[in-house]
């Protein structure tokens, strides 16, 4: 079984625009933060260029922006690993937390449940 590993760097490239856009940094500042030139940051918003790892380290830590901010839609999960991440965290609620979000999670399954899937043709 061969196992794609591609990052997507359009939506890598959209997210550092927008973030950095959302922080009021121009590419040129943000080239200056890094040591780089400003037309590597914008080739990276263009979709040009990847970043190198410490590259992609250094612009996290200058926008404050942990690196699952940029690979969210580079990351594929099985269900597995999501049941694994769900459970992570529901371990972390208080009881009474637990008992409200047990609850919801009982009341949308139900509600699920009562729609009707939609028939493929």
Do not use: Y
């Amino acid at each position: 079984m061969k196992i794609r590993a591609e990052m997507n760097q359009v939506a890598f490239g959209r997210r550092l625009f927008d973030i950095r856009r959302e922080q009021q940094i121009t590419s040129e500042r943000l080239s200056e933060l890094c040591g780089v030139n400003s037309s590597f940051i914008r080739s990276i918003e263009n979709a040009a260029r990847l970043p190198s790892l410490p590259m992609f380290v250094m612009i996290c830590n200058q926008l404050h922006v942990a690196p699952n901010f940029f690979l969210l839609d580079s990351i594929t999960w099985n269900e597995e690993d999501k049941i694994a991440a769900l459970d992570a965290k529901l371990r972390t609620l208080s009881p009474c937390q637990f008992d409200v979000v047990f609850e919801t999670v009982n009341t949308l399954i139900s509600k699920l449940s009562e729609l009707k899937e939609p028939e493929h043709t």
